[in-house]
């Protein structure tokens, strides 16, 4: 004698089946920015220092690999730095703090000084804080300005593109030490 399901077997066999055949499984679709809960997009420019510092009893930047020539490269190819650096106000590294840049910069070219940048401005004051800005691009350091782009962000940046500026505000050559001066253009919601 064959054995017969309990109601509620039934029923809830019924309610799976319903559930499968009502949920979405589609990989894409497209979307409105309001639906996000996007507004109009805005162009912000915001103006700030980066103190990359190498030497010191509290380095903000750390050689984490080298080139096994690393003493013989006129280009110092291959050496990967590892940063934390503050970002402030203005150039004096007592000024106040608006945020970190965290990330690395190698040393990219076999014959110049060319940094490939990838990192984050995490902002940490004000109505940006909680909010970052992602760097991807290379840096020819002998120039007086720099331009890099801006390729994503997230917080009140999501979304974000745009460019960075900079130009070395101060070096010292015998430790290393850097002062940046960082202009960023970048479009957002």
Do not use: W
Request: proline letters at 5%; zero cysteines.
């Amino acid at each position: 004698m064959a054995q017969s399901l309990p109601k509620y077997t039934t029923f809830i066999l019924f309610l799976f089946s319903f559930l499968l055949k009502t949920q979405s499984h589609k990989y894409s679709e497209k979307l409105s920015p309001k639906s996000l809960g996007f507004k109009t997009e805005k162009l912000t420019h915001l103006h700030f220092y980066l103190h990359d510092i190498i030497g010191g009893d509290h380095p903000t930047a750390v050689l984490v690999a080298q080139p096994p020539k690393f003493n013989t490269s006129n280009s110092v190819f291959g050496a990967t730095f590892v940063i934390d650096d503050p970002l402030t106000m203005g150039p004096d590294q007592s000024s106040k703090i608006v945020g970190r840049a965290q990330g690395m910069y190698t040393f990219a070219s076999l014959n110049e000084f060319r940094l490939l940048m990838v990192m984050d401005f995490v902002f940490v004051k004000g109505k940006y804080n909680g909010s970052t800005l992602s760097i991807i691009g290379l840096n020819y350091v002998p120039s007086p300005v720099r331009e890099m782009p801006i390729v994503s962000g997230s917080g009140i940046f999501r979304f974000a593109r745009g460019y960075a500026l900079a130009n070395t505000h101060f070096i010292n050559m015998t430790s290393g030490n850097a002062v940046v001066e960082y202009n960023v253009f970048v479009l957002h919601y």
